[in-house]
């Protein structure tokens, strides 16, 4: 099974409102992805978790806050979004590139989140 | 800096067309290579990968793609195409190490005329 389970599909919310985005996953996969995908674009990476730590945050705005509670589950807090914010959220899993493996993991994606701010 | 280059972005074809997508990287050292199709409304699902071996990969839903090391390049090809692969399709390369980092190509998106 690889499956990758996010809510919620859809999210409106106002440039003062707080949410959050969740993902699960039950592969066993020890690092955890956010990307942000506009329409007709690439996936472009925000944050990476690798063991329950963070280990990349692409110089993500810090509207942005990622929580990574335990080995399955990662969270996107989200506080004072922007309309450019509008986008699909993905998260992804794997097996960690600390793992030693050989740097051999292949990511799988969620469904994603649509997130519309007005 | 490492990118990924796709020439194709807007490719149409009609049903049993041959398929040819171009996907060039740039990075000198041991990658890992992937295509990603995105059907529409679907999240992304992995269509085939290359870690090592046999440079020619076969994938699920009849593709394939040829790893050409000399070329930096990973083209993806289906030999008759259905209506049902259009989708956008996604190339992606990370480097052999320890960040995890997949880096997208622009994307091509497919249109299969019925």
């Known amino acids: 099974d690889t499956e990758v389970t996010q809510t919620p599909k859809h999210l409106v919310m106002g440039m003062t409102n707080k949410k959050s985005l969740k993902c699960e996953q039950h592969?066993?996969?020890?690092?955890m992805y956010w990307y942000k995908q506009k329409a007709k674009k690439p996936p472009e990476l925000m944050f990476v978790y690798s063991y329950e730590k963070l280990s990349i945050n692409e110089s993500v705005p810090s509207r942005f806050s990622p929580e990574c509670p335990n080995s399955s589950l990662l969270n996107l807090h989200l506080h004072a979004l922007q309309p450019e914010d509008s986008a699909l959220y993905l998260c992804?899993?794997?097996?960690?590139?600390?793992?030693?493996?050989?740097?051999?993991?292949?990511?799988?994606f969620g469904p994603g989140t649509r997130l519309l701010v007005l | 800096a490492q990118s990924v280059s796709q020439h194709n972005h807007h490719v149409i074809l009609s049903e049993a067309a041959s398929l040819e997508l171009g996907c060039n990287y740039s990075y000198g050292g041991t990658v890992n290579l992937f295509w990603y199709v995105q059907y529409p409304g679907q999240h992304l699902q992995l269509l085939l990968k290359?870690?090592?071996?046999?440079?020619l990969v076969k994938g699920i839903k009849g593709f394939e793609a040829e790893f050409i090391k000399s070329k930096f390049s990973f083209n993806l090809r289906k030999p008759s195409v259905q209506w049902s692969d259009t989708a956008e399709y996604f190339c992606a390369v990370s480097r052999r190490g320890n960040t995890g980092k997949l880096i997208f190509g622009q994307g091509t998106t497919l249109q299969v005329k019925p």
């Open positions: 290359y870690f090592s071996g046999d440079p």
């Open positions: 592969m066993g996969h020890r690092a």
């Open positions: 992804a899993s794997s097996t960690s590139p600390l793992a030693g493996e050989g740097g051999l993991e292949t990511q799988y």
